[in-house]
Structure formats: C-alpha cells, structure tokens
C-alpha cells in the first residue's frame, strides 16, 4: 500500500461545478499537509497547506480528517483554468525533509 | 527574481555515461531538494542538502552522487547513466523546515532526461 493514495482520475467536470478530491496518507504520525498544483510538463506549485481546523482560500478549501487520515480538496465554481493534475504532500515528520508526494489527481474543467 | 532554475532542460544520453543536471537557487535558501517523476510514482527524493556540505540520501540515491559546495548550487550527478534513469528530474529548496508558509517546497522547472 502506498502511504500516500489519490485517485488518479481524470475528473471530468463542467465549468462552475464544484468537484471535490480526496487523499489518504497511511502514517498517522504524519504532521503536515499540502495540495500542490502542477501543469502538464511543469513544476509543481504550492496550491495550500492543509490545517488541522481547514482553511479556505477563495474557491478552494482544503479539509484534514486525522482520524480516517484523509485530506480533502474542495473547488468550488470550477474555472477552465483549473485544469491541472493536484498532489497531495504529507510530511511525515514536520521541521524534517520527509515529504511523501501523491501521484496526483488530474482535473478536467470543460467549456 | 530568477528563483530556481535548472540546466539543462532536456538531455539525450546514452547509457555509461557521466550527466551533471545543474540546480541554482537565488534566495538563499538553507535546504534543497533533487526529486524524479515518473508516471505511476508521486515524485520520489533522490537526495537532499540542508546547508552548503551537508547532504543526505533520500528514498532512491542509488547511482547518483551529489555536492552542495555553494549554498545556491546543487548540482546531480547520474556516474553511469542507465535506462531506468529515464525521467524528469525536478529540483526545489525551502527557505526552513518549520512550519506553515517555510514548509514551501519551490521547485525549478524540471530537467527531462532521456538514456538511450
């Protein structure tokens, strides 16, 4: 089992729909949490952390359930522009380089 | 503000032989960070500086050889290419390893690699 598991998708959505991603991660001694965005052919962006109370930025909202150890992604009014492939990053340890990468979730936003 | 860059950004090479993918970062930043993806993989630490001369291996350095003799390069050095090399390499650094916003990972722009 990969510690960090996304569906891989693509989901396929029309613009303005809201579409939601999850990730589980498998150690729960995990501490940090992120969403990257990455282009194709690019280098991956801070999209947001994920807080331990969620937090919400614009349209999207990042959510951190510990005890099923899932994080969740939230975009809301979906833009063609948000056409992307999402990673979810856990840090295993906070203060230290262990960033465990997800292998990505791709969304479609449709005209 | 150039950031991160990396040289090259696309390399043909044979198998055996010696590559240098170049990492330079213009922010000063304490830790940096060689990464490869590949289709199946989330990006996978090849290895990993926290300061000029100090480096670590990360989840797969086998047949890559680092240095960090200057805070803003990190050069990665494939010592005999393989096949399996085949990827894109990806380089990034952090301002500290705390918390919230210095837990920023900026990457460069990628290097494809292709052995032959």
């Known amino acids: 089992r990969k510690e960090v598991e996304q569906d891989p998708g693509p989901f396929n959505v029309p613009e303005g729909a809201t579409v939601a991603f999850n990730c589980t991660y498998s150690n729960s001694a995990s501490q940090s949490f992120f969403w990257y965005r990455q282009d194709c052919r690019k280098e991956p962006k801070l999209l947001m952390s994920v807080y331990s109370s969620g937090n919400e930025d614009g349209r999207f909202t990042a959510q951190l359930n510990r005890a099923s150890q899932y994080i969740s992604l939230l975009i809301r009014d979906s833009k063609l522009s948000d056409s992307a492939t999402y990673l979810c990053?856990?840090?295993?340890?906070?203060?230290?380089?262990?960033?465990?990468f997800g292998t990505g979730t791709r969304l479609k936003v449709l005209a | 503000d150039a950031g991160i860059t990396q040289s090259p950004r696309y390399k043909i090479t044979e198998t055996g032989r010696q590559v240098t993918l170049m990492c330079h970062q213009t922010?000063?930043?304490?830790?940096m960070f060689w990464y490869r993806q590949d289709l199946g993989h989330g990006l996978r630490l090849i290895y990993y500086s926290a300061a000029a001369d100090i480096t670590d291996k990360g989840e797969v350095p086998d047949g890559y050889v680092v240095s960090r003799s200057k805070t803003e390069n990190f050069p990665l050095t494939l010592e005999s290419a393989t096949r399996s090399q085949t990827s894109v390499y990806f380089c990034?650094?952090?301002?500290?390893?705390?918390?919230?916003?210095?837990?920023?990972?900026?990457f460069g722009p990628g290097t494809r690699l292709l052995v032959l």
């Open positions: 990034a650094s952090n301002p500290n390893l705390g918390q919230g916003k210095e837990e920023t990972q900026y």
């Open positions: 922010w000063s930043h304490s830790y």
């Open positions: 990053v856990v840090n295993r340890a906070s203060g230290t380089y262990k960033y465990i």
